[in-house]
């Protein structure tokens, strides 16, 4: 018990010292330390630091690259408005990843390896586990987070992390909160499933498919529900 109780506290402390490197000033796309790094100095087990980080990554503080390291990502305070200064409407998001998305899995397609289908499998069973609306808000964005970085192209990542954060505005939160309901809940995960399934697949039509029936879905429901 003692033992857990510690690793809370210090998977607490891991976390506060990410955020806290996140706030900072020109902290946006700079290197963290390695899984091994944190653990030595936070005391914990790498699979504790693990899934703190999986946490963070999930709420957007971090971005995660195969091969390359873990990066701080772009909050939402700075991507809420266009270079013109104008906030982007929901309406405007949701045309931008139907054009954009389907497109992406492609890129999915030729490139994701066996660690990203593993990813989204994460993101799909901690999603289906979610015993909140919120929670599964979180851990659905997360899976297109970690379908952006399957395609292992930074330009198309850093599009992905702008619909992230266009998605934490509060016009489209409010929208969301209003038309999703349980039985939609349980398409949307049905839906996800077979964008992945696609996806392991190698099957690109099948996925463009899915993602444009999925989000065709969701715009839908948005502003017609």
Known sequence: MANRIGNRDASRALRAFVLAQAGADNALGSRLPTERAFAQ??????????????????EGAIRREVGRGTFIAASPATLETTGSERPISPAELMEARLRIEPAAVELVVVHATAADFARMDHCLGRAEAALTLAEFELWDAALHQALAAATHNALIAGVFDLFHNARQLTEFGKLRDRIVTEPLRLEYQRQHRAIVAALKGRDAAAARSAVSAHLTYAQRNLFEG
Do not use: K
Not at 41 to 57: H, I, K, Q, Y
């Open 41 to 58: 100095r936070f005391g914990l087990p790498r699979n504790a630091v693990r899934r703190t980080l999986s946490d963070l990554e999930a």
